[in-house]
């Protein structure tokens, strides 16, 4: 099975930060990879599909990018509403992994 | 409107069998893959498999083969998962997902719709 190796596994930023995640896949997944937020209590939310489409309505500071095996979700202005847990996802070959998450708290 | 609604949370003796479910609506049910996710508490997400209620096809990761049921009855728009034997460490949220297909710069799946999730709690 491929596995995800995502980092950081926290940080703390500040409003108005720039933040970077990124996953690793152990072997190659094209971009079938997707990037989803988790807020306490919350069912998980689709960020970015296929490494770099941002699901509609979500805020343009998204971004993700990466083909392959390496892969970047991006916020270019963290906002308050934006603390909370980031997950990747590959899906390649129908057996799909997580990362293992990245929580983002504030500084 | 797409909406997944999972059945509500279930207290259960270690050794007991249980099956969940996850109604779908607003779309052609038989058209998508849905997906079950594991959440113990205070831990990440686990992909457990999906299903294709349109012929029934179910794959599992091989962390939760032979450890749960994927199942759906495409004639009342519903899939389910289901255990056996629960133990305590089945404890945890279990949510279901559209899996969707994107077939714009590259071809790629991904969930964009969740079930509000179904607690499952494992305790003698």
């Known amino acids: 099975a491929i596995q995800m190796t995502q980092s950081p596994s926290s940080l703390s930023a500040s409003v108005g930060d720039r933040v970077t995640i990124t996953c690793r896949a152990s072997?190659?997944?094209?971009?079938?990879l997707g990037w989803y937020q988790q807020k306490p209590g919350k069912a998980p939310k689709l960020l970015i599909y296929a490494a770099s489409s941002l699901q509609s309505g979500v805020p343009s500071r998204f971004s993700g990018s990466g083909s392959g095996t390496d892969f970047t979700l991006t916020i270019s202005s963290l906002q308050p509403e934006d603390f909370a847990t980031y997950y990747c996802l590959q899906d390649y070959n129908y057996l799909g992994t997580f990362g293992q998450g990245t929580k983002v708290e504030i500084k | 409107e797409v909406q997944l609604v999972q059945s509500g949370a279930e207290v259960k003796k270690p050794g007991e069998s249980l099956k969940i479910s996850c109604k779908g609506s607003g779309y052609s049910f038989t058209s998508y893959w849905i997906g079950w996710v594991r959440q113990m508490p205070g831990k990440g997400l686990e992909w457990m498999g999906i299903i294709y209620p349109g012929d029934s096809d179910t794959r599992y990761s091989p962390s939760f083969q032979g450890q749960v049921t994927i199942s759906a009855d495409k004639s009342i728009s519903t899939a389910y998962l289901q255990w056996s034997s629960l133990k305590a460490s089945d404890t945890a949220m279990y949510y279901c997902?559209?899996?969707?297909?994107?077939?714009?710069?590259?071809?790629?799946?991904?969930?964009?719709?969740w079930g509000q999730g179904t607690l499952v709690t494992v305790s003698s």
């Open positions: 997902a559209r899996r969707q297909y994107s077939s714009g710069l590259g071809r790629s799946y991904y969930f964009d719709y």
């Open positions: 072997q190659g997944i094209r971009n079938d």
